[in-house]
T-cell receptor, first 110, second 114 residues
Framework: SQKIEQNSEALNIQEGKTATLTCNYT??????LQWYRQDPGRGPVFLLL?????KEKRKERLKVTFDTTLKQSLFHITASQPADSATYLC?????????FGQGTELSVKP | EPEVTQTPSHQVTQMGQEVILRCVPI?????FYWYRQILGQKVEFLVS????????KSEIFDDQFSVERPDGSNFTLKIRSTKLEDSAMYFC????????????FGSGTQLSVL
């Protein structure tokens, strides 16, 4: 069955450092991969989408890579800030149906 | 930025009761979804809806669940006879037409079945 794995442990980093989150998947050939941010008690908020034929995407301090051979995506936040503290969800999809990972909780300390 | 609105934010009900969760998607969006998240677990797909019909549903979305777009603005999820295991946060989402697969999620309805 389809499986998506994200770093299960919380990630604690110092302000100003780069956070790197990992998303691995098996038994799936997604057309695209998305990253969302989720704050406690709130709905996911879209951050970035990368398609199967793209290697890398950037948006401001965010960077996503997508390796369909390794079946892995890396999500980077550079110059991290305490306001970046949240849970980050990886989601694979075709059409609008998304399969989410369990999320990685990021904590950025001042 | 336009928002997906969900009401109520919290709903408490007795097991066996019917509940209706309401959503107002973004006005020019054509695709509508319900997802749910049990506390501490993944966000799970329930159903997608397009052109006034269900386009896809998950195994979770059994006969106890139904969706409706009763007018041009609302999108509802009905659970006919709630079970304890239906307790979760339910998220409505919508997306526009075309190649964009970006979903806009509402803030959710926390359903507690007692």
């Amino acid at each position: 069955s389809q499986k998506i794995e994200q770093n299960s442990e919380a990630l604690n980093i110092q302000e100003g450092k780069t956070a790197t989150l990992t998303c691995n998947y098996t038994n799936y050939s997604p057309a695209y991969l998305q990253w969302y941010r989720q704050d406690p008690g709130r709905g996911p908020v879209f951050l970035l989408l990368i398609r199967e034929n793209e290697k890398e995407k950037r948006k401001e301090r965010l960077k996503v890579t997508f390796d369909t051979t390794l079946k892995q995506s890396l999500f980077h936040i550079t110059a991290s800030q305490p306001a970046d503290s949240a849970t980050y969800l990886c989601a694979l999809g075709k059409g609008g149906k998304l399969i989410f990972g369990q999320g990685t909780e990021l904590s950025v300390k001042p | 930025e336009p928002e997906v609105t969900q009401t109520p934010s919290h709903q408490v009900t007795q097991m066996g009761q019917e509940v209706i969760l309401r959503c107002v998607p973004i006005s020019n969006h054509l695709y509508f979804y319900w997802y749910r998240q049990i506390l501490g677990q993944k966000v799970e797909f329930l159903v997608s809806f397009y052109n006034n019909e269900i386009s896809e549903k998950s195994e979770i979305f059994d006969d106890q669940f139904s969706v409706e777009r009763p007018d041009g603005s609302n999108f509802t999820l009905k659970i006919r006879s709630t079970k304890l295991e239906d307790s979760a946060m339910y998220f409505c989402a919508s997306r526009g037409q075309g190649l964009t697969e970006k979903l806009f999620f509402g803030s959710g309805t926390q359903l507690s079945v007692l």
